[in-house]
C-alpha cells in the first residue's frame, strides 16, 4: 500500500475517534487520499481548491485555541507555495497538521513540476516542526496519530508508489526513534533510507547478502528530530561507514541531517546519494536509477566502501 492511501486511511479512522479532527485539502483530494476522510465526514471536510496559501491559513485557523486537529493536505511540492503562511504559523505557536504527498522522483510520469525534492529543506528549518517521513502503512498511521497529538507544526511526507508492509499492525513508533530494521553481528556498513529508498535499501541488503556482505537498515521515522543516538551506536557497530539514500536533493535533507548528527564524532564518514539536478518525467523505477538511488546504486556504494 502506497504511504499516501495509507494516510486517508488512518485520518479516516482519526475522525471516527474524535469529532474534533477536520481535513482540509487543495484540490488534490483523489491524490493525497483526503477523499477517504471526505467521504466519511463530509462536514468536517474543508476544499481549498489550488490555493495553497490560503489553504494553510485556514487551517491554522481552525487549529486556533486547540478546536480542531486539523490535517492540511495537498502534493508535497506545492507546499513551498505557503511557506509563509507556515512559517508565521510556527511563530504563532500554531498546532497544525500538513501532509504532503508525491515527493521524490519516485512519483515518475507526474514529471518535474509535481516531485517534491526541497520540502524535506523547507520544514526542517521552521521552528516547532516535526517532520515524519514513514515508510509502509503502518508506520504513516502511527505518524498520523502521532502527529494529532504533538505540539507545534507537523508534516507527514507521503509518498505515491506502492510499497510492502514491513511493520505489524502491533509495532510501537514514537517521535525521534529510529528502527533498526536489518542487522546482524558481521555488518560492515549502515544504511540510512526513508520512504521508497527504505525499500531500496533493504533490496540491496538481499543482493549484498548473496554476495556475503552484511549490511544495517535504519528507518529514521522522523527526521525531524532524528534519532541520533541509534545512528551512533549503528555507526559504531559498522566501523563508522554511514550511507544515506533519499529521494531529495542534496540540499537540507536526510543526508544533511544525519550529517548535522554525527558531525562531533571522529572517525565517521557518510556518503550521500540524493537526487542531483532537475529530473525528469518517466517510469518511477527508471528514474530512482538515473538519479543513483534505486537498489544497484546502493549496493555499489556499499561495495566502494569495502574497497576502500
Given at each position: 500500500?502506497?504511504?499516501?492511501?495509507?494516510?486517508?486511511?488512518a485520518?479516516?479512522?482519526?475522525g471516527?475517534?474524535?469529532k474534533?479532527?477536520?481535513a482540509?485539502?487543495?484540490?488534490t483530494?483523489?491524490?493525497?487520499?483526503s477523499e477517504?476522510?471526505?467521504?466519511?465526514?463530509?462536514?468536517?471536510?474543508i476544499?481549498?481548491?489550488?490555493a495553497e496559501q490560503?489553504?494553510?491559513?485556514?487551517?491554522?485557523?481552525c487549529a486556533?485555541?486547540?478546536?480542531?486537529?486539523a490535517?492540511?493536505s495537498?502534493?508535497?511540492a506545492?507546499?513551498s507555495?505557503?511557506?509563509?503562511?507556515?512559517?508565521?504559523?510556527?511563530i504563532?505557536?500554531?498546532?497544525?497538521?500538513?501532509?504532503?504527498?508525491?515527493?521524490?522522483?519516485?512519483?515518475?510520469?507526474?514529471?518535474?513540476?509535481?516531485?517534491?525534492?526541497?520540502?524535506?529543506?523547507?520544514?526542517?528549518?521552521?521552528?516547532?516542526?516535526t517532520v515524519f517521513y514513514?515508510s509502509?502503512?503502518?508506520?504513516?498511521?502511527?505518524a498520523v496519530?502521532?502527529?494529532?497529538?504533538?505540539?507545534?507544526?507537523?508534516f507527514?511526507?507521503t509518498?505515491?508508489?506502492?510499497?510492502?508492509v514491513?511493520?505489524?499492525?502491533?509495532e510501537?513508533?514514537?517521535?525521534?526513534?529510529?528502527?533498526?530494521?536489518?542487522?546482524?553481528?558481521?555488518?560492515?556498513?549502515t544504511?540510512?533510507?526513508a520512504?521508497?529508498?527504505?525499500?531500496?535499501?533493504?533490496?540491496?541488503?538481499?543482493?549484498?547478502?548473496?554476495?556475503?556482505?552484511?549490511?544495517?537498515?535504519?528507518?529514521?521515522?522522523?527526521?525531524?528530530?532524528?534519532?541520533?543516538a541509534?545512528?551512533?551506536a549503528?555507526?559504531?557497530?559498522t566501523?563508522?561507514?554511514?550511507?544515506?539514500v533519499?529521494d531529495?536533493?542534496?540540499e537540507g535533507?536526510?543526508?544533511e541531517a544525519?550529517?548535522?548528527?554525527?558531525?562531533?564524532e571522529?572517525?565517521?564518514?557518510?556518503?550521500?546519494l540524493?537526487?542531483?539536478?532537475?529530473?525528469?518525467?518517466?517510469?518511477s523505477?527508471?528514474l530512482?536509477?538515473?538519479?543513483?538511488?534505486?537498489?544497484?546504486h546502493?549496493?555499489?556504494?556499499?561495495?566502494?566502501?569495502f574497497?576502500?
Amino acid at each position: 500500500m502506497a504511504t499516501r492511501r495509507a494516510y486517508g486511511v488512518a485520518l479516516a479512522k482519526l475522525g471516527e475517534a474524535s469529532k474534533r479532527v477536520v481535513a482540509l485539502d487543495g484540490d488534490t483530494k483523489n491524490s493525497t487520499f483526503s477523499e477517504t476522510f471526505k467521504k466519511a465526514f463530509p462536514d468536517r471536510y474543508i476544499e481549498c481548491f489550488i490555493a495553497e496559501q490560503n489553504m494553510v491559513g485556514v487551517a491554522i485557523g481552525c487549529a486556533t485555541r486547540d478546536r480542531t486537529v486539523a490535517f492540511a493536505s495537498t502534493f508535497a511540492a506545492f507546499f513551498s507555495r505557503g511557506y509563509d503562511q507556515i512559517r508565521m504559523g510556527a511563530i504563532s505557536q500554531s498546532n497544525v497538521n500538513l501532509v504532503g504527498s508525491h515527493c521524490g522522483v519516485s512519483i515518475g510520469e507526474d514529471g518535474p513540476s509535481q516531485m517534491a525534492l526541497e520540502d524535506l529543506a523547507i520544514f526542517r528549518a521552521i521552528p516547532t516542526c516535526t517532520v515524519f517521513y514513514p515508510s509502509d502503512a503502518v508506520s504513516t498511521e502511527r505518524a498520523v496519530e502521532l502527529s494529532a497529538n504533538t505540539k507545534g507544526i507537523c508534516f507527514i511526507r507521503t509518498s505515491r508508489p506502492d510499497n510492502a508492509v514491513i511493520y505489524s499492525p502491533d509495532e510501537k513508533f514514537e517521535v525521534g526513534i529510529a528502527k533498526v530494521v536489518r542487522q546482524s553481528d558481521s555488518d560492515c556498513v549502515t544504511v540510512i533510507g526513508a520512504g521508497v529508498t527504505l525499500h531500496e535499501a533493504l533490496a540491496a541488503a538481499d543482493m549484498l547478502a548473496s554476495e556475503g556482505k552484511n549490511i544495517r537498515v535504519i528507518d529514521p521515522f522522523t527526521i525531524k528530530p532524528l534519532d541520533a543516538a541509534t545512528i551512533m551506536a549503528s555507526a559504531r557497530a559498522t566501523k563508522g561507514q554511514i550511507i544515506t539514500v533519499e529521494d531529495h536533493y542534496k540540499e537540507g535533507g536526510l543526508g544533511e541531517a544525519v550529517l548535522s548528527a554525527v558531525g562531533g564524532e571522529p572517525g565517521i564518514v557518510v556518503t550521500r546519494l540524493a537526487v542531483s539536478g532537475v529530473p525528469r518525467s518517466g517510469k518511477s523505477t527508471e528514474l530512482l536509477d538515473m538519479f543513483g538511488i534505486s537498489a544497484k546504486h546502493i549496493a555499489n556504494a556499499v561495495r566502494q566502501t569495502f574497497a576502500n
